[in-house]
C-alpha cells in the first residue's frame, strides 16, 4: 500500500509562491494517478489538482488554472505543486492524494497524506 507524505507548506504573503512535494514510498509511484485536494477551515475539502500515471493529462479546478502547475517525476517517487500568484482564499491545508483509477474521476482517490499547511496574508 503506498504512503504518501506532504511537505512545503507555510506562510507567503499573497502574490508569493510556494511548491509543495509529496513523496510516495510503499509501491511504484508510476501505478497510480495523483492529485492535491485541500481543504479550509469550515469548509468541505476540495479538488485543486491532478496527474495521470505518465504526467501527461492534467486537470485543474477552475480556481486554480493559470496560477498553479502539478508535475511529477516517477524516477524520484514524488510529485509537486507549483503554486504561484497566491491569494488568501488559497489558505487550506493541501492533501496529496494517490488513485488507481483515472486521474479524472476524483471518486478514486482513496490513498491519503497527512497534509501541509499553507497560509497566504493579506
Known amino acids: 500500500q503506498v504512503q504518501l507524505v506532504e511537505s512545503g507548506g507555510g506562510l507567503v504573503q499573497a502574490g508569493g509562491s510556494l511548491r509543495l512535494s509529496c513523496a510516495t514510498s510503499?509501491?511504484?509511484?508510476?501505478?497510480?494517478?495523483m492529485g492535491w485536494f485541500r481543504q479550509a477551515p469550515g469548509k468541505e475539502r476540495e479538488f485543486v489538482a491532478t496527474?495521470?500515471?505518465?504526467?501527461?493529462?492534467?486537470y485543474y479546478a477552475d480556481s486554480v488554472k493559470g496560477r498553479f502547475t502539478i508535475s511529477r517525476d516517477n524516477a524520484k517517487n514524488t510529485v509537486y505543486l507549483q503554486m504561484n500568484s497566491l491569494k488568501p482564499e488559497d489558505t487550506a491545508v493541501y492533501y496529496c492524494?494517490?488513485?488507481?483509477?483515472?486521474?479524472?474521476?476524483?471518486?478514486?482517490?482513496?490513498?491519503w497524506g497527512q497534509g501541509t499547511q499553507v497560509t497566504v496574508s493579506s
Open positions: 492524494a494517490a488513485s488507481l483509477d483515472s486521474y479524472t474521476d476524483l471518486i478514486g482517490y482513496n490513498y
Open positions: 510503499g509501491g511504484t509511484s508510476s501505478s497510480y494517478a
Open positions: 496527474i495521470s500515471r505518465n504526467g501527461a493529462g492534467l
